[in-house]
């Protein structure tokens, strides 16, 4: 199982499957369509049944059931698009044997060094094997090793009839990290009653609650004239924009929040004095808090307006997804499953909101329940991202004890 998790693992991130929020097709990528072809065709060859792939890049494929039982048909879902946030081209994997829990350098040319002091968790791997970038990419385990486990815990189940289960279904789904994963996603043709996200990150994550997000882009208005001249005519969008900024409270921004804390997170910036435009995010678990954020951005807004007047300012304000914990309680067993497969293989579940959304937010709304699991993965979205091996092994029996405990039920 290790070794396969290895193959696949560096094969999959070898592939750019960056996505980008500015291209409307789906997937916005043309890599995302490649690896779900790839995908494909791994699939039919290990044996799974009815594999499909849409225009849209959605892969799904089922593992019929072994047993006589009445099983509700469950699914397990990871996502083969990588983050905005840092470049996913030319991914070098390196895999560092039996850690001994001191620095790693990445990229010796570079100087990029990976250290404990920087990153104190790595000290939880020592003897662990880590698979890490070369420094100048992120990895892209977010979420290719999701992938990777489901397709080994298919594999296992495959090569192990003994091991009774029901209907399995598993989706490979493009455009997760610009929002966009669910929007296409044919919950009908799916099929399952419930899923799983394998699209966490360190050991025993198990989630089942996350932030009510939005997104707002204001556009700025200025009025650019000569600098010698400008006296009572320039209007500075710039720092209208900066000013804008000054007057959202300062400590409710993510890097002063944790847990149940929200805030309103400034994404970019880019202007000039005629026009500047900003992005934000804006994120709470409470709805109600939620509301109260929208509501505080949207009324600093019209107090501008009143300053500088109607037209120099634009709002765009859209909701993105909610907290998922509305749809899954009422079926809160299904994180109970999860909750006893973990204690089963001896592995503690730390179940926590997450500080983010997975496409199980969109999905649980579309009437598809799906809680979060691990994969094992630290530090997504950049160059220091790593993953342990083992504790990929360990997110694949998580899976196959799922399916399990539902047959067993």
Request: charged share 25%.
């Amino acid at each position: 199982m290790k070794q396969d998790l290895i193959t696949r693992l560096t094969r999959y991130v070898k592939v750019d499957t960056q996505s980008n929020e500015q291209n409307e097709v789906c997937p916005s990528t043309p890599g995302q369509l490649t690896l779900a072809n790839m995908l494909v065709e791994e699939l039919k060859e290990i044996g799974m049944s009815e594999v499909t792939i849409d225009e849209n890049g959605y892969v799904m494929a089922t593992l019929p059931s072994n047993t006589e039982k009445e099983v509700p048909t469950i699914g397990f879902l990871a996502h083969v698009d990588t983050a905005t946030d840092f470049t996913g081209k030319n991914v070098s994997p390196q895999l560092v044997q039996h850690y001994d829990g001191k620095d790693i350098v990445l990229n010796e040319a570079l100087q990029v060094i990976m250290s404990p002091s920087q990153f104190p968790n790595l000290k939880n791997y020592e003897g662990h094997t880590l698979m890490t970038t070369d420094g100048t990419t992120l990895l892209g385990a977010d979420n290719k090793a999701g992938i990777a486990e489901i397709m080994t815990a298919m594999q296992y189940l495959i090569s192990n009839p003994e091991i009774k289960h029901g209907k399995i279904r598993v989706a490979f789904t493009p455009d997760e990290e610009i929002g966009r994963g669910p929007h296409k996603f044919d919950v009908k043709a799916f099929g399952a009653k419930f899923a799983y996200t394998i699209d966490g990150g360190p050991l025993g994550e198990l989630q089942y609650e996350s932030f009510n997000a939005a997104a707002a882009k204001i556009t700025f208005k200025g009025n650019n004239v000569h600098p010698g001249t400008a006296k009572a005519k320039m209007v500075n969008s710039a720092k209208i924009a900066m000013a804008f900024q000054s007057k959202l409270p300062t400590m409710e921004a993510p890097e002063f929040t944790e847990g149940y804390e929200g805030f309103f997170h400034l994404i970019s910036i880019e202007g000039d004095v005629e026009e500047t435009k900003v992005h934000y995010i804006i994120r709470d678990h409470d709805k109600d808090a939620f509301e109260e954020r929208k509501a505080k951005l949207t009324e600093l807004v019209a107090e501008f307006k009143g300053v500088y007047g109607e037209e120099a300012i634009l709002l765009e304000l859209n909701d993105q997804y909610y907290n998922m914990r509305d749809k899954i309680e009422p079926v809160k067993y299904i994180v109970d499953v999860a909750h006893q497969a973990m204690e089963n293989l001896g592995i503690e579940p730390i179940v926590e909101p997450i500080r983010g959304g997975t496409d199980g937010s969109q999905l649980s709304y579309m009437g598809l329940p799906t809680p979060n699991v691990f994969t094992g993965g630290e530090n997504f979205h950049g160059k220091f991202e790593f993953i342990s091996i083992e504790n990929m092994e360990k997110s694949t029996q998580t899976i196959v004890e799922i399916c399990k405990l539902f047959e067993q039920r």
